[in-house]
């Protein structure tokens, strides 16, 4: 394999493979952090704009809000779903976890189960039976 730059140079090394795989396989140095964002706001930012800032801002606010409302409630799920995105929110400070899909989609269905409406309070059933006889004959 050559590729043969402006000076008639062959710009490809090990094309002949006399070296084996040397310089064919794709490997990471780990030389990524100079582009990397390590904040979770700015990485946003970076990708969406402030339109997707504000969104985040918007939905988290939102999620924390409604949970706190239901941990007032007595509500124990809600104290583990704050807590959670709580501890997603400080992780954020210094390192993007949008970075990988599965705690993306974890923080993104934990802040959808506060923010998504509750159904009607649960309370105890009566069958119409029971609400004719209050008492005696």
Do not use: I
Request: hydrophobic share 45%; aromatic share 12%.
């Amino acid at each position: 394999v050559r590729v043969v730059g402006p000076t008639s140079r062959n710009m490809v090394h090990n094309g002949n493979f006399a070296s084996g795989g040397d310089r064919w396989f794709a490997y990471n140095d780990f030389k990524h952090l100079q582009w990397h964002t390590k904040d979770m706001w700015l990485n946003v930012f970076f990708e969406q704009g402030l339109l997707g800032v504000a969104a985040l801002l918007g939905c988290v606010s939102l999620a924390l809000f409604r949970g706190l409302q239901r941990l007032r409630r007595g509500d124990s799920y809600a104290l583990v779903a704050v807590g959670a995105v709580c501890g997603f929110l400080a992780v954020g400070v210094f390192g993007s976890l949008f970075d990988a899909p599965r705690l993306t989609f974890l923080f993104l269905l934990v802040t959808w189960t506060l923010v998504a409406p509750q159904g009607p309070a649960r309370t105890s059933r009566t069958t119409p039976s029971q609400n004719l006889h209050h008492g005696g004959p």
